[in-house]
């Protein structure tokens, strides 16, 4: 266990049981360590396409996530991962959220030839295009040069619809703007 300091607050950092010797760590606050380490935490790989680890437990005989753990969330709500972390279990990084919601802060399929999330290829017409999912019906955005393009023009129509909740291609930012064809 390690304590460190976490943008302005206090974080601890423990070793939790892995498969194939892996070691993998979560982090909590300092003030959640106390009911947290009344715990045995292992770690857990998602189900869902490789979305990454998370840490378990047993409670009264099922399988709690360290992140519901803390959160709790009321019924109709998930604990979303700012940071798409599942073992990073900081106050700060997580928030309460819709199904829907959740889901928004995905990132871009295993699948993916671009790597990009809502980007595909046209192959007859040589141009990548960019597609969003809202709502259940899929929105053309355009078709570009390249895949950058593409992306980035998914980015600022997931800022509009998503606001806090979209996975952005680039997160920082991009200068210039995409170029629509």
């Not at 194939?20 to 189900?47: F, G, I, M």
């Not at 960019?130 to 019906?137: E, M």
Request: glycine share 8%; charged share 30%.
């Amino acid at each position: 266990m390690t304590e460190k300091k976490y943008r302005r607050r206090t974080v601890i950092t423990f070793k939790i049981t892995a498969p194939h010797n892996l070691r993998l760590y979560a982090t909590v606050d300092r003030d959640e360590w106390p009911r947290v380490r009344q715990h045995k935490w292992s770690a857990n790989k998602s189900v869902t396409k490789n979305r990454g680890w998370y840490a378990k437990t047993h409670i009264n005989g099922k399988d709690v996530r360290l992140h519901t753990f803390i959160m709790n969330p009321p019924p109709g709500f998930k604990t979303d991962h700012k940071d798409r972390n599942g073992l990073h279990c900081t106050h700060g990084n997580m928030r309460l959220a819709t199904a829907a919601q959740n889901s928004y802060n995905r990132g871009p399929s295993n699948g993916s030839v671009t790597g990009f999330k809502g980007v595909t290829r046209h192959k007859t017409k040589k141009k990548w295009i960019a597609k969003i999912r809202c709502n259940g019906r899929a929105k053309y955005l355009g078709s570009f040069d390249s895949p950058e393009d593409a992306a980035l023009a998914y980015d600022e129509s997931a800022k509009q619809l998503f606001g806090e909740f979209a996975y952005l291609n680039f997160p920082n930012g991009k200068k210039r703007k995409p170029k629509s064809r």
